[in-house]
């Protein structure tokens, strides 16, 4: 991964001051280490007429893999294709972007101890890149960079093989840029603008990360015409963070344009004086009430089985008193997005071993799921096609067998408060049904009476008092063995209550395990025959084994033979 950066001067303003600029000096070749790889400066000219500084970035793959699991995506864009051999170490991304705030931090901010007027001063400057992945095209890179003020974008698209004319061109492009810029807006230019080509990052995205695009965009961002796009992408279309984003450059914008400061244009709310309530979330009153039911039930050890993206993972993860919490889901993109919400690779060890998350399907037993305090479905069975409940059934609370069971779901009759539900339609396009209160205590009933758990319900949310609450939720609680299964058949086939008699049901007695009664008669099977043969009475210690089979045939004490004998023999 390659960049560098070109200046002309003059006797007056020789090039090398780019050196300053950058506080790297010409005559040294210096490496860094970057949290992927390591980021070389060098100059491969430098002179007073022309001074040309390179950054050379190199990635190592195993890292990249290793650090990038459950960031951005995947690492890679192309991480789905292969995990180590993919653009990244060549292609500039995010990862360069990275490379230029560490290395060059002090220019990227416009300072310079050393030349303080030359970082205020525009300079001829000439930046090529050879390869830039660009979702877009030639076309989108000229929509970016041109109204930022370069004279010249050249964007040419690479072949896929020289060789092979007719296959096209890929999505990669040599980059050239020529103008009069500071210094410091053509790196903040880089900063921003490689990762919304490439469409992609390698890292999670996190709330910081809207003051990094506003410091970054400061001065050009908020007129751009490409603003939208350029923001979306930035924030890897991260809904929450490109609208709170949008709202604030629009503020600056504003503040631009009527030449005053932000805070005095964003003051229509005293927020010391807001006692305006707002409503609390469904979502968030869900979890809440699942956590009060869970720490009502004593749980430690918690399963959130169809955790989703791990919003019940995160609050669990809060309070100590849950040792450990594991999230179970089918969807491998669902595990890796709850991964990057809960920062596993940046936990402490203590934390990070409270959590694991697991791929699984509910629809099967999986012996990774027994032992635990209390599991939790909310808002799962209603995704299920209904021929597949007993599956999911079985697999919870006749196999996992938690010792407290949290189940919450849509309920139906509520849907006509929403306004915006048309009538007739679910809540979700992926439900396959929603219960009514009757018909979710109905199954209820039965799932707690076939497996040995007693039941009680509770309303989520505001209770109206002709529809009900908008969430259902029942607490199984485990009370008993089941009453069918395999776990009680041997009492219940002789109908006789449970004693400490053996295993075939017959009164525990002195006798052998035969089952057959002790009698004077000779005995008849196998274990005795070598004795029976000799019409001889049975002894108060029978000996049955091989071993003895010798002496029991006469019945008579084995003795060492005489001289004689010896000698016949």
């Not at 927020?271 to 309530?277: C, I, K, M, V």
């Amino acid at each position: 991964m390659f960049l560098t950066i070109s200046t002309t001067g003059t006797p007056e303003r020789p090039a090398t001051d780019l050196g300053f600029l950058l506080h790297k000096h010409p005559d040294n070749a210096q490496a860094f280490s970057t949290s992927h790889g390591t980021a070389h400066v060098l100059y491969p000219e430098a002179s007073a007429e022309r001074c040309t500084a390179a950054l050379l970035l190199e990635v190592d793959p195993v890292a990249l893999v290793r650090r990038g699991k459950g960031k951005g995506r995947g690492g890679a864009p192309d991480a789905a294709l292969a995990q180590y051999v993919n653009d990244r170490p060549y292609a500039a991304s995010s990862l360069l972007a990275v490379a230029i705030g560490n290395v060059f931090s002090s220019a990227l901010r416009g300072q310079c101890k050393a030349r303080p007027e030359r970082a205020e001063q525009p300079m001829p400057l000439r930046i090529e890149v050879p390869a830039v992945p660009a979702r877009g095209g030639a076309a989108l890179v000229r929509r970016l960079f041109e109204p930022l003020g370069w004279a010249t974008v050249t964007a040419e698209p690479v072949a896929l093989d020289e060789q092979f004319p007719e296959w096209g061109d890929s999505r990669y492009v040599r980059l050239a840029l020529e103008g009069e810029l500071r210094l410091a807006e053509a790196l903040r230019h880089l900063y921003v603008l490689l990762p919304v080509l490439d469409d992609a990052k390698h890292y999670w995205v996190s709330d910081d990360e809207v003051d990094k695009l506003l410091r970054a965009g400061e001065g050009w961002l908020p007129t751009h015409p490409e603003q939208k796009l350029i923001t979306s992408r930035y924030l890897s279309r991260r809904w929450a963070l490109t609208r709170r984003a949008m709202e604030r450059l629009e503020l600056v914008r504003l503040a631009e344009t009527d030449d005053t400061d932000v805070e005095d244009i964003d003051n229509a709310v005293d927020e010391a004086t807001d006692t305006e309530e707002r409503p609390v979330p469904l979502a968030v009153q869900r979890r809440d009430a699942i956590i009060a039911a869970l720490r009502a039930a004593g749980a430690g050890r918690v399963l959130d089985l169809g955790c989703g993206q791990g919003q019940l993972v995160q609050e669990l993860l809060k309070d100590t008193r849950f040792t450990e919490v594991v999230g179970v889901d089918v969807s491998m993109r669902a595990l890796t997005i709850a991964a990057r919400r809960l920062k596993i690779d940046r936990m402490g060890e203590r934390q990070a071993s409270r959590v694991t998350l697991l791929q699984g399907s509910l629809a099967y037993t999986d012996k990774r799921l027994k032992g635990y305090d209390a599991a939790v479905l909310s808002e799962v069975v209603e995704h299920l096609d209904l021929p597949r409940l007993p599956a999911l059934e079985y697999a919870v609370f006749g196999s996992a067998r938690p010792g407290t069971v949290l189940v919450t779901t849509p309920n139906v009759e509520y849907n006509v408060r929403w306004e915006t539900l048309p009538a007739g339609h679910v809540r979700h396009g992926d439900h396959r049904f929603e219960w009514t209160r009757e018909e979710f205590r109905t199954w209820s009933h039965a799932v707690a009476e076939r497996h040995g758990y007693g039941v009680e319900f509770e309303p989520v949310g505001p209770d109206d008092p002709e529809v009900g609450p908008p969430t259902q939720m029942a607490v199984f609680t485990l009370t008993d063995q089941p009453r069918t299964g395999r776990a009680v058949t041997d009492r219940t086939r002789t109908g006789q209550p449970r004693t400490d008699q053996p295993r075939t049901g017959q009164p525990r007695t002195d006798q052998p395990r035969t089952g057959q009664p002790r009698t004077d008669q000779p005995r008849t099977d196998r274990a005795v025959t070598d004795r029976t043969r000799t019409g001889q009475p049975r002894t108060d210690q029978p000996r049955t084994d091989r071993a003895v089979t010798d002496r029991t045939r006469t019945d008579q004490p084995r003795t060492a033979p005489s001289p004689k004998e010896a000698k016949a023999a």
